[in-house]
């Protein structure tokens, strides 16, 4: 039995390195730039050609009317910011954890990954109770935004 599993995982990884077993669906959204989720874990391309700031990313992921992360994550690195929430996992170490994909999709819209979470949709505009008109249509964060909070959860293994 064991001897099976083992050859079927095998198999399985030797396809994805041809990139046959790789599920693509593309995203068509109003108002954002197309990306591509890959086996509906990932978006394995960065959504803009400029690298993110982690500098500018530890702001947003802090600031009220951005990311708002820590209402509800604990990050020791940013523990200058006072009042770390405990809804979601701590993400002090979240870069020996994820890969930089996983944190893409889970930015942009975890509602792929788990369709009950309640952490919001950063680049997402459907489905959105936004009120005021004048975020209508627009995503909570930009690509821009997305990729330097990104570049800045990479910076994040609670080891160093
Ligand atoms: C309203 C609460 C809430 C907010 C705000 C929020 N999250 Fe989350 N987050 C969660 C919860 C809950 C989970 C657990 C997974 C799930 O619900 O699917 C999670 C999971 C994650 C994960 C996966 C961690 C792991 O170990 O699997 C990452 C990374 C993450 N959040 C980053 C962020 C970042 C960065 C921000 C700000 C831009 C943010 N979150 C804002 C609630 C939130």
């Known amino acids: 039995m064991r001897m099976t599993t083992l050859l079927a995982g ?12 790789a599920e693509v669906t ?25 690298s993110g700031d982690p500098k500018r990313g530890a702001k947003l992921m802090v600031a009220r009317k951005k990311g ?6 604990k990050v020791v690195q940013l523990n200058d910011y006072p009042f770390h929430g405990n809804v979601g996992p701590e993400l002090s170490d979240v870069a020996s954890n994820m890969q930089e994909g996983e944190m893409r999709l889970r930015l942009v819209n975890p509602k792929v990954l788990n369709p009950d979470t309640i952490m919001p ?9 936004r009120v005021k008109k004048k ?9 821009q935004e ?13 080891s160093q």
Request: with cysteine.
């Open 10 to 21: 095998g198999a399985a990884l030797a396809l994805m390195a041809q990139g046959a077993a």
């Open 26 to 50: 593309k995203v068509h959204e109003k108002g954002l730039k197309p990306y591509e989720i890959v086996d509906g874990v990932s978006i394995p391309k960065p959504l803009t050609d400029k």
């Open 68 to 73: 708002n992360c820590l209402a509800c994550h």
């Open 121 to 129: 949709a950063f680049y997402h505009t459907e489905g959105l109770h």
């Open 135 to 143: 975020f209508k249509g627009k995503p909570v964060l930009t690509e």
């Open 146 to 158: 997305i990729e330097d909070i990104i570049a800045f959860l990479k910076t994040l293994k609670s």
